[in-house]
């Protein structure tokens, strides 16, 4: 009963963390027309502020977790603004220009901290009796945050005029600049969110698991996955591809361990999206 309850949190902490990211790429992607392979990048670069601010110059945790989020956004708002927005429509540029984000971003954290694994510190110490089981207090607060922003984000694009405006876009870009939507502005929030959403993501999990200047390739392939497996440009398909993926992470390495857990769970993506492709 234990192995279930902590199967069970550790698939919602994931899924979430998953959803958060995923949510972030397919808010550029279907607003903007963006395919940000620099996302993965972002969210390595939330958590290495957040060590930065709490563990080298002695933050509180949560305080770093807001510092982070206020500064990736900021990288946000200046990635809209000088990356995407002069080279909108150009997927070939667009891409060429997030690699070149990435591997600048990977090779100056690599160079600054080299081969060390670190780690932010704990958001929630020790552990949460629920009867006679014991559960990572950690693991339930990246839940609870991750569901919390979750909530909030599907709150803002579904009932507030911005959120409007940026599913006006993705629908129709050419349609929402004659109806007078401020297209600039509404995509600038939408990458400031996409990032910030990725920076909070990539906080909790360096407090979950650990740091590396190349853990945005593992968190962007599944990204990639999500998007494509809840249907590219679909907002709500991202919840339930993610819990899927989390699922399937979270459950598969009980009974296989190793390198193989992650090749099964692969392989019955692929065999979800040959049988409903749609």
């Known amino acids: 009963m234990e192995l ?13 963390m998953y959803i958060l990211v995923a949510l972030g790429f397919a808010f550029l992607f279907s607003i903007l027309g963006i395919l940000n392979l620099a996302h993965g990048v972002i969210y390595m670069l939330g958590g290495y502020i957040a060590y930065q601010f709490a563990v080298l ?31 909108t429509g150009d997927m070939n540029r667009v891409v060429v220009i997030c690699i070149a984000i990435t ?3 990977q090779t100056s954290v690599n160079l600054a901290i080299g081969i060390y694994v670190q780690k932010v510190p704990a958001f929630a110490e020790g552990s949460l ?19 919390a922003l979750l909530a909030a984000t599907m709150w ?7 959120g409007q405006q940026m599913l006006a876009i993705g629908q129709n870009r050419l349609g929402a600049i004659l109806q ?5 502005r509404v995509s600038a ?13 990539g906080c909790l999990m360096a407090a979950y698991l650990n740091l590396n200047a190349f853990m945005g390739d593992y ?17 709500g398909g991202v919840f339930f591809s993610g819990l899927v993926l989390g699922a399937l992470d979270a459950t598969v390495p009980v009974f296989i361990s190793g390198a193989a857990s992650e090749a099964i769970s692969l392989g019955i993506i692929v065999v979800i999206l040959l049988f409903r492709p749609q």
Do not use: Y
Not at 136 to 142: D, G, H
Not at 156 to 162: G, R, V
Not at 219 to 235: C, H, N
């Open 4 to 16: 279930v309850v902590t199967t069970l949190v550790n698939w919602l902490a994931i899924s979430s």
């Open 103 to 105: 591997v600048i971003l």
């Open 57 to 87: 110059w002695g933050f509180n945790v949560w305080v770093a977790l807001l510092l982070s989020v206020i500064v990736v956004g900021a990288f946000g708002l200046f990635l809209e603004k000088f990356c995407f927005r002069p080279f």
């Open 189 to 201: 929030i939408a990458c400031v969110i996409a990032c910030s959403l990725a920076a909070v993501a």
């Open 156 to 162: 803002f694009i579904n009932k507030t005029k911005p």
């Open 180 to 184: 007078g939507i401020p297209v600039n």
């Open 129 to 147: 009796k629920l009867g006679m089981i014991m559960v990572s207090a950690e693991r339930v607060v990246t839940f609870a945050i991750g569901g």
């Open 219 to 235: 968190i962007l392939l599944k990204a990639i996955i999500i998007v494509i497996l809840g249907g590219i440009g679909s907002i």
